[in-house]
């Protein structure tokens, strides 16, 4: 039997949080970090070109964080620039607007480690999503997840993904060989870099999954990039994210046509009926709205359509 010298120390967990003008919430997001139960931690800031008070406010926690400095480049160059100073054999993302239980990445650390035989490389966790108006639901019914377990694999995350959002970097833990292997955040988006990495990851094989919400989002907050995005604008980043992937000779091979194919058509009709309601009267566009939702319901209840496959460990 190992004695404790003998065993394999803990992995190093890096923690990567990006921020820009955050100092009404940048505080809440450190302090969730630093109060995690899972110790052997490193904290890594990048401050994207914050004009307010945000970068003295990141002085006062000292050598208990790393602070990174860069010129306003937007979220993902931020995350890079994170990731590329880190030397953990995991990485994790947190906003700064958001924050963590405290038992969230000792819940993920041991789950990666106990699923490593399965092929996990990346584990998501569950959300509290909190609206500006105080409602609530969490990230996994959002996305329509709803395992049977409370931890376990989940063997078709790419499927899914491909057919929806999942709440993402606030909830991931994956390890650095996987994310090398797939690329980093691409640092010409300033809107679904996450999704477009989350789906790259989700290609390459099953996930771990935690059922609890371990993450609490915090809604309507000014200066987010995702709140003033438009309904279009999501719709055609979403709909560029997928014709990329067709396109690369990388991942082309390993996405199920069938499933793109419908969903950039009810992308591309989505778009449609958003640009006709911007020239229709009031009645008109509010019977297109009630078609698209139809539409948009049918589509994902049909059998066609993948649900969560997953099993407990």
Not at 96 to 117: F, G, I, N, Y
Not at 169 to 179: E, I, S, W, Y
Not at 215 to 231: F, K, P
Request: proline letters at 5%.
């Amino acid at each position: 039997m190992n004695t404790a010298s003998e065993q394999s120390p803990a992995p190093l967990v890096s923690v990567i949080i990006p921020v820009y003008n955050r100092a009404g919430t940048i505080q809440r997001a450190v302090a969730s970090v630093l109060a995690q139960t899972y110790r052997r931690i490193e904290v890594i800031v990048v401050d994207d070109g914050s004009t307010d008070s945000t970068v003295k406010q990141l002085e006062s926690y000292g050598n208990r964080i790393r602070l990174i400095r860069q010129m306003n480049s937007g979220p993902g160059k931020a995350r890079n620039v994170g990731i590329r100073a880190t030397t953990g054999e995991i990485i994790c993302f947190l906003d700064s607007d958001d924050a963590w239980l405290p038992e969230k990445l000792e819940h993920q650390v041991r789950l990666l480690e106990r699923t490593s035989a399965h092929g996990v490389q990346c584990c998501v966790c569950n959300a509290r999503m909190i609206a500006a108006d105080g409602s609530e639901k969490t990230s996994f019914a959002i996305a329509g997840l709803s395992p049977e377990a409370s931890q376990g694999v989940w063997t078709n995350p790419g499927e899914v993904l491909l057919t929806r959002f999942l709440f993402f970097n606030q909830t991931v833990a994956v390890r650095r060989g996987l994310l090398n292997q797939v690329g980093l955040f691409n640092e010409n988006f300033r809107l679904l870099e996450d999704y477009d990495l989350a789906l790259r990851l989700a290609l390459t094989g099953p996930w771990a999954y935690i059922a609890e919400p371990l993450v609490i989002w915090h809604g309507g907050v000014d200066n987010s990039l995702s709140r003033g995005a438009t309904e279009p604008e999501v719709i055609l980043r979403t709909d560029e994210i997928l014709a990329e992937l067709q396109s690369s000779p990388r991942w082309s091979a390993r996405l199920p046509s069938g499933l793109v194919r419908r969903r950039r058509k009810l992308l591309q009709r989505h778009l449609r009926v958003q640009n006709f309601c911007q020239r229709a009267p009031v009645w008109l566009g509010r019977c297109a709205r009630f078609y698209l939702r139809v539409q948009k319901w049918l589509y994902y209840h049909q059998p066609l359509c993948p649900r969560m496959d997953a099993y407990g460990v």
